[in-house]
């Protein structure tokens, strides 16, 4: 009865840290009466913002409202400075970027909540059309890097539900700083060719959970940086992309680990990687430990395990080197499908820093209706369950 009792008291606790407020009560700032236009071409940055600033003012639970239409954000734009911890942005319609790349293509964020709390942001399209320098980029010309779609930045108590990102320039969302973060129902959708536009990242952030989230993109669907602890990401459906990444890791000589991640439940399908965790072949403090991968599908996956301590794109900067990153404790468990490529199965770990503590249970994946194979470098560990391609551990 205690525990049963106990268990309610969490499950209460937790809806009021996403939900902390009745909304049907909260007072609702439309955006249009500050001057935004749904139009799709007028520059509604300063109705947001207008919009912001009054429901940051309010004493009481606020909603930012962004009625059907399509509304031009022609700049990059910060929501801060917030006095009031219950705001929710309600959007019913689609925000645009501005289609020439080059007016936000150097800015970090097109759309930032920086240093807020208590914020959630429900519904709506974010349109990035980042078509235009994904096509720049591609033709090998001198192009801007490119703005992430949404960042939070140094914020607590965070929801994101029901929100669309859509051809964004570079990231689609960026999680830096922040604690207590829940991602739900979420929708990423980017060509399989858009460079460098990872789905969802994550940094420097504890307490994070995505859940019931889709993502077809050019990148990593979801990448997780230095300093992400307790992160759970469940019901992912990851494709195109190039999977679910740890790292990449060891970049810097100094730098924070990855600790506690769990992926439970979730389907790659024809990406470039399943569950990947890389770090560069360079000295670091950095790690990656007490990670779980459990209840996953695979199809037609090229790379669907794989630990890659080698990371050096175009062999620059790390020739000659062993990564200090170390990995250990990590577990995958039921995980099944089928692979790209003949080696299903990769443990390519540091000689300076072996991979230690890795297991294997219920892992069963298959290449062309045959047995896969597997391959392993400085990796220790056990296996238990059915297990194919056979263990190399």
């Known amino acids: 009865m205690g525990f049963g009792f106990n268990s309610m008291i969490l499950s209460f606790i937790g809806i009021m840290l996403f939900y902390p407020y009745d909304q049907a009560a909260a007072a609702t700032y439309n955006v249009a009466n500050f001057g935004a236009k749904a139009d799709g071409k007028t520059n509604s940055a300063k109705a947001f913002l207008s919009a912001w600033a009054a429901a940051c003012s309010a004493s009481s639970p606020a909603t930012v409202y962004a009625p059907p239409g399509s509304y031009l954000i022609g700049n990059a734009i910060t929501f801060s400075d917030c006095k009031n911890n219950a705001v929710t942005f309600r959007i019913d319609g689609t925000v645009v970027a501005p289609e020439d790349y080059d007016v936000i293509g150097d800015a970090a964020n097109w759309i930032e909540f920086k240093d807020v709390t208590g914020v959630s942001i429900l519904g709506g399209v974010l349109d990035g059309q980042g078509t235009g320098l994904w096509a720049c980029k591609n033709s090998g010309k001198n192009c801007p890097s490119g703005a992430t779609t949404l960042g939070l930045t140094g914020s607590n108590n965070i929801l994101i539900s029901g929100l669309t990102s859509l051809n964004s320039q570079m990231f689609h969302i960026v999680i830096n700083g922040c604690e207590n973060v829940k991602l739900q129902g979420v929708k990423v959708s980017a060509s399989g060719s858009s460079p460098n536009t990872d789905g969802i990242h994550v940094q420097l952030s504890s307490g994070v959970t995505i859940v019931d989230t889709k993502i077809k993109t050019g990148d990593d669907c979801i990448s997780i940086g230095p300093g992400a602890a307790n992160l759970r990401m469940e019901n992912i459906a990851c494709g195109p992309g190039h999977g679910i990444s740890i790292g990449s890791l060891g970049k810097d000589l100094k730098e924070e680990g990855v600790q506690n991640v769990t992926v439970a439940t979730a389907t790659f399908t024809g990406t470039q990687n399943g569950v990947r965790i890389k770090s560069w072949p360079r000295a670091s403090n950095g790690f990656a430990k007490d990670i779980l991968f459990q209840h996953i599908v695979m199809v037609n996956v090229q790379n669907p395990i794989f630990i890659d301590q080698n990371y050096c794109p175009n062999n620059k900067n790390c020739p000659d080197q062993v990564s200090g990153v170390k990995i250990s404790d990590v577990t995958y468990q039921d995980i099944h499908g089928t692979s790209a490529t003949e080696v299903a199965v990769k443990f390519d770990c540091s000689s300076k820093n072996p991979c230690s503590g890795i297991k294997l249970q219920d892992v069963k994946l ?28």
């Open 366 to 393: 298959t290449y062309k209706n045959k047995v896969a194979e597997a391959s392993c470098a400085n990796a220790d560990g056990t296996t238990s369950g059915l297990i194919q391609p056979a263990s190399c551990l």
